[in-house]
């Protein structure tokens, strides 16, 4: 059975940077497509970004292009989300979850399997 744990979050200021961490275990870790999704305060979860299997292909939410970064370590079976420039707008749990299609779908399909969640704070 698969297992997502996440950690990293904390608390930092406008313009700073954060990497969030997702430890995985299970068998189909190698060939799943992985995401980061975040639900702030009184708003449904959303799709933040993804990576194919290989770690070769990715996509984002437009909100974060050119400040988030996703990559995977298949060796470590580890998931990383670097968040650079970071805005009072980024403040959420961040999920780690295992895409339900592909990782270019990710956003549409979401994920079928979630980690509990770090919380990250954007304070201004």
């Known amino acids: 059975q698969e297992q997502l744990v996440e950690s990293g979050g904390g608390l930092v200021q406008t313009g700073g940077s954060l990497r969030l961490s997702c430890a995985a275990s299970g068998r189909t870790f190698s060939v799943s497509a992985m995401g980061w999704f975040r639900q702030a305060p009184g708003k449904e979860r959303e799709f933040v970004a993804s990576?194919?299997?290989?770690?070769?292909?990715?996509t984002y939410h437009d909100s974060v292009k050119g400040r988030f970064t996703i990559s995977r370590d298949q060796v470590k079976s580890m998931v990383y989300l670097q968040m650079n420039s970071l805005k009072p707008e980024d403040t959420a749990v961040y999920y780690c979850?295992?895409?339900?299609?592909?990782?270019?779908?990710?956003?549409?399909?979401?994920?079928?399997?979630w980690g509990l969640g770090t919380q990250v704070t954007v304070s201004s």
């Open positions: 979850g295992r895409c339900s299609t592909t990782y270019y779908y990710c956003s549409v399909t979401g994920g079928d399997t």
């Open positions: 990576v194919d299997w290989s770690g070769r292909s990715t």
